[in-house]
């Protein structure tokens, strides 16, 4: 079992730019496929990036991948999400999720642990 806990989201005005960082606080994110996901309370969990446990693959969705990065920071133990050029629509809640399969587009519900998520907040 692995608890995650994301950080780092707040307010930030358009345009701007945000990294969220997704830590282990127990057990470790060996082997482990690190996703990010977001939702709002009027859309479903959407897929936002993903990547490999050994950092070697990489998955963002279509519509982000202009502005969002995610990342292995390996001295800090975390996986993060780099926000560039951040828009309204951006804002919502964050969260990171661990699989064991790696998919370019995967689904909320083949994650096995989530994090209790992040607030990212975007004023215009």
């Known amino acids: 079992q692995v608890q995650l806990q994301e950080s780092g989201g707040g307010l930030v005005q358009a345009g701007g730019s945000l990294t969220l960082a997704c830590s282990a606080s127990?057990?470790?994110?060996?082997?482990?496929?690190v996703n990010w996901f977001r939702q709002t309370p009027a859309k479903e969990r959407e897929f936002v990036a993903a990547i490999s446990w050994r950092g070697n693959r990489f998955a963002t969705a279509d519509s982000l991948k202009d502005r969002f990065a995610v990342y292995r920071d390996n001295a800090k133990n975390t996986v993060n999400l780099q926000m560039d050029n951040l828009k309204p629509e951006d804002a919502a809640v964050y969260f990171c999720?661990?699989?064991?399969?790696?998919?370019?587009?995967?689904?909320?519900?083949?994650?096995?642990?989530w994090g209790k998520g992040t607030l990212v907040t975007v004023s215009s």
């Open positions: 127990r057990g470790t994110f060996d082997n482990w496929h």
């Open positions: 999720a661990v699989s064991n399969t790696f998919a370019l587009v995967p689904r909320a519900d083949g994650m096995l642990y």
